[in-house]
C-alpha cells in the first residue's frame, strides 16, 4: 500500500533514531506516543504550511522548482514528508510528529478519501506548480 505517492526516483531510507530528548522526558514513553495512529489505525493528515521553513536554521528548498514556500506537511505515523505545489516531496526526518502536532492549530479539518483526492482538492497534484497561493 502507497501512503503517499512517491513523486522522485530516489528511494526514500528509513527514519532515523529518536533524537536525544530533554532531560526528564521518558524515551519509552516519547516512542509510544510516536507511534500511536493519529486518528485510526493508517490514519494520514496534512497540514499546509504557506510561509518559509527553516530547519536548523537552513530553508527548505524545493529540489525540483526551487520554491522556498507554500509547503504541504504529510504525516503518517512518526514520517513526515515535504510536499511542494510542483508535486514533488521527500521524506524529512528533522521534523517529527510532535512537531506535526505543533503546527495544527485547528480541531476542524476536511477528511478526503485517499490521499490523492486530498493532494488534488489541495492543490498539490503539481496542477499549481509555480505558483504561490496568498
Same mark, same amino acid.
Given at each position: 500500500?502507497?501512503?503517499?505517492?512517491?513523486?522522485?526516483?530516489?528511494?526514500?531510507?528509513?527514519?532515523?533514531?529518536?533524537?536525544?530528548?530533554?532531560?526528564?522526558?521518558?524515551?519509552?514513553?516519547?516512542?509510544?506516543?510516536?507511534?500511536?495512529?493519529?486518528?485510526?489505525?493508517?490514519?494520514?493528515?496534512?497540514?499546509?504550511?504557506?510561509?518559509?521553513?527553516?530547519?536548523?536554521?537552513?530553508?527548505?528548498?524545493?529540489?525540483?522548482?526551487? %520554491?522556498?514556500?507554500?509547503?504541504?506537511?504529510?504525516?503518517?505515523?512518526?514520517?513526515?514528508?515535504?510536499?511542494?505545489?510542483?508535486?514533488?516531496?521527500?521524506?524529512?526526518?528533522?521534523?517529527?510528529?510532535?512537531?506535526?502536532?505543533?503546527?495544527?492549530?485547528?480541531?476542524?479539518?476536511?477528511?478526503?478519501?485517499?490521499?490523492?483526492?486530498?493532494?488534488?482538492?489541495?492543490?498539490?497534484?503539481? %496542477?499549481?506548480?509555480?505558483?504561490?497561493?496568498?
Amino acid at each position: 500500500m502507497t501512503l503517499v505517492p512517491r513523486t522522485t526516483d530516489r528511494t526514500t531510507e528509513p527514519a532515523p533514531a529518536l533524537p536525544v530528548l530533554p532531560t526528564g522526558t521518558d524515551p519509552l514513553l516519547q516512542l509510544h506516543y510516536e507511534t500511536q495512529p493519529a486518528d485510526g489505525p493508517g490514519a494520514t493528515r496534512c497540514v499546509s504550511h504557506p510561509h518559509e521553513l527553516a530547519l536548523g536554521g537552513i530553508p527548505v528548498m524545493c529540489s525540483a522548482c526551487r %520554491a522556498r514556500r507554500d509547503w504541504l506537511l504529510i504525516n503518517h505515523g512518526r514520517n513526515v514528508w515535504i510536499r511542494c505545489r510542483c508535486s514533488n516531496q521527500w521524506l524529512e526526518p528533522e521534523i517529527s510528529r510532535a512537531d506535526f502536532d505543533a503546527l495544527i492549530a485547528s480541531p476542524y479539518g476536511t477528511t478526503y478519501p485517499t490521499v490523492d483526492q486530498g493532494l488534488i482538492a489541495l492543490g498539490f497534484d503539481g %496542477a499549481f506548480a509555480g505558483a504561490y497561493l496568498e
